[in-house]
Nanobody
Framework: QVQLVESGGGLVQPRGSLRLSCAAS????????MSWYRQAPGKERESVAI???????SYADSVLGRFTIARDNAKNTVYLQMNNMKSEDTAVYYC?????????WGQGTLVTVSS
């Protein structure tokens, strides 16, 4: 069965950094479009970063230049490196795997940016 397990969330100060991990089992991350989404309180879930099968990446305008999505095929894990964080980055972050219209989601990890 497919599992996506996020980790690495927590409390970070403004302008700080955090790295999220998404460990996959039951699927191969290099064969899926892997994405990070986030959902802030009272807001809809939004796409933050995408890593396509061919390696191309896309980012939301709000995180461009600050966040980096990476894939480690050997560890079957996807990462989200978040730098220069802002209070508006506070949200629950979710890992997503998509292929052929089938979506899998992780349980989410909470990121709070506050001094």
């Amino acid at each position: 069965q497919v599992q996506l397990v996020e980790s690495g969330g927590g409390l970070v100060q403004p302008r700080g950094s955090l790295r999220l991990s998404c460990a996959a089992s039951g699927l191969t991350v290099s064969s899926y479009r892997m994405s990070w989404y986030r959902q802030a309180p009272g807001k809809e879930r939004e796409s933050v970063a995408i890593k396509r099968i061919d390696g191309r990446t896309s980012y939301a305008d709000s995180v461009l230049g600050r966040f980096t999505i990476a894939r480690d095929n050997a560890k079957n894990t996807v990462y989200l490196q978040m730098n220069n964080m802002k209070s508006e980055d506070t949200a629950v972050y979710y890992c997503n795997a998509e292929a052929g219209g089938t979506n899998y989601w992780g349980q989410g990890t909470l990121v709070t940016v506050s001094s």
